[in-house]
């Protein structure tokens, strides 16, 4: 399906870049039918260098030269590269948001017509080819559209489907779960050099231990809490640790947080113009 289509990146950021690769590492297109546009010549420049792609110095000529449009500008630059395109954009083409915040209802309403629409939020791993992506179609997408970004996104790790009103909640959950991640693995990697071990040694630890932990939940299917257990055993070191972060009310912390992200999330959502 995309093999036939010309997909352009209306902004040059590492989301674009990420997306880039992905479709070439997984020989779903040719760089020939990938275009850029970005205010940075630079940055065109070495996405030309080293990818090989085409590039516009303009967003309308992007748009009007592919079928695909995926708009990866900065959220608060979205109304104005819509204003920009909106005589260039065409029925038949299938535009994709990466914009966090940005509901599809924005982006028909400042492109003043029935765009065929899919809301993509996306989050930093796609950067190592291991992200995860949720998507939800416009009114006026189609199934091909849909698939269609399902095959774009897939190229840089998974893609579920969800509901637009549910789109504060994936932000909160994998948009900003990396974050959460980060800031464990900080902690661990400081308790095991508090503990004696060197920081190159705990850091290694620590990242293979993160590593190896996601993947036996994506591998196995087995449900965290089932892995949990099975290597708690009674009176031993890992649920003395345990017993402690229940103390410490672990869960109900990360639950604050996810829900403090969502609230967050809903309060900068740009609401259509007037």
């Given at each position: 399906?995309?093999?036939?289509?010309?997909?352009?990146?209306?902004?040059?950021?590492?989301?674009?870049?990420?997306?880039?690769?992905?479709?070439?590492?997984?020989?779903?297109?040719?760089?020939?039918?990938?275009?850029?546009?970005?205010?940075?010549?630079?940055?065109?420049?070495?996405?030309?260098?080293?990818?090989?792609?085409?590039?516009?110095?303009?967003?309308?000529?992007?748009?009007?030269?592919?079928?695909?449009?995926?708009?990866?500008?900065?959220?608060?630059?979205?109304?104005?590269?819509?204003?920009?395109?909106?005589?260039?954009?065409?029925?038949?083409?299938?535009?994709?948001?990466?914009?966090?915040?940005i509901p599809i209802s924005l982006v028909m309403a400042e492109l003043q017509n029935h765009a065929r629409v899919v809301r993509v939020m996306p989050n930093t791993p796609a950067l190592v080819?291991?992200?995860?992506?949720?998507?939800?179609?416009?009114?006026?997408?189609?199934?091909?559209?849909?698939?269609?970004?399902?095959?774009?996104?897939?190229?840089?790790?998974?893609?579920?489907?969800?509901?637009?009103?549910?789109?504060?909640?994936?932000?909160?959950?994998?948009?900003?779960?990396?974050?959460?991640?980060?800031?464990?693995?900080?902690?661990?990697?400081?308790?095991?050099?508090?503990?004696?071990?060197?920081?190159?040694?705990?850091?290694?630890?620590?990242?293979?231990?993160?590593?190896?932990?996601?993947?036996?939940?994506?591998?196995?299917?087995?449900?965290?809490?089932?892995?949990?257990?099975?290597?708690?055993?009674?009176?031993?070191?890992?649920?003395?640790?345990?017993?402690?972060?229940?103390?410490?009310?672990?869960?109900?912390?990360?639950?604050?947080?996810?829900?403090?992200?969502?609230?967050?999330?809903?309060?900068?959502?740009?609401?259509?113009?007037?």
């Amino acid at each position: 399906m995309l093999a036939s289509k010309r997909i352009g990146f209306l902004g040059a950021g590492n989301m674009a870049e990420a997306l880039i690769r992905g479709l070439l590492e997984s020989n779903q297109v040719e760089a020939g039918s990938l275009w850029v546009s970005d205010i940075r010549p630079q940055r065109l420049s070495y996405l030309r260098e080293r990818y090989g792609l085409g590039s516009f110095p303009d967003n309308p000529s992007l748009v009007r030269h592919c079928d695909i449009v995926l708009l990866c500008v900065k959220p608060q630059n979205m109304r104005e590269a819509l204003r920009s395109i909106r005589e260039a954009t065409r029925p038949d083409q299938t535009l994709i948001s990466i914009a966090a915040g940005i509901p599809i209802s924005l982006v028909m309403a400042e492109l003043q017509n029935h765009a065929r629409v899919v809301r993509v939020m996306p989050n930093t791993p796609a950067l190592v080819l291991e992200g995860v992506s949720a998507i939800c179609p416009g009114p006026h997408a189609t199934p091909e559209d849909l698939e269609t970004t399902r095959q774009i996104f897939s190229a840089v790790g998974k893609v579920v489907l969800v509901e637009e009103a549910l789109m504060d909640a994936v932000t909160a959950l994998s948009g900003s779960g990396p974050a959460y991640v980060f800031l464990a693995m900080e902690a661990l990697r400081e308790a095991g050099m508090r503990l004696g071990l060197g920081e190159e040694t705990s850091h290694l630890l620590v990242a293979q231990t993160f590593l190896g932990a996601a993947k036996m939940v994506t591998e196995t299917q087995e449900d965290p809490a089932v892995l949990r257990q099975r290597v708690s055993s009674p009176g031993g070191t890992t649920l003395a640790g345990l017993e402690v972060l229940e103390e410490k009310g672990f869960r109900d912390l990360l639950a604050a947080a996810v829900e403090a992200a969502a609230r967050r999330a809903r309060e900068l959502s740009l609401p259509p113009s007037p």
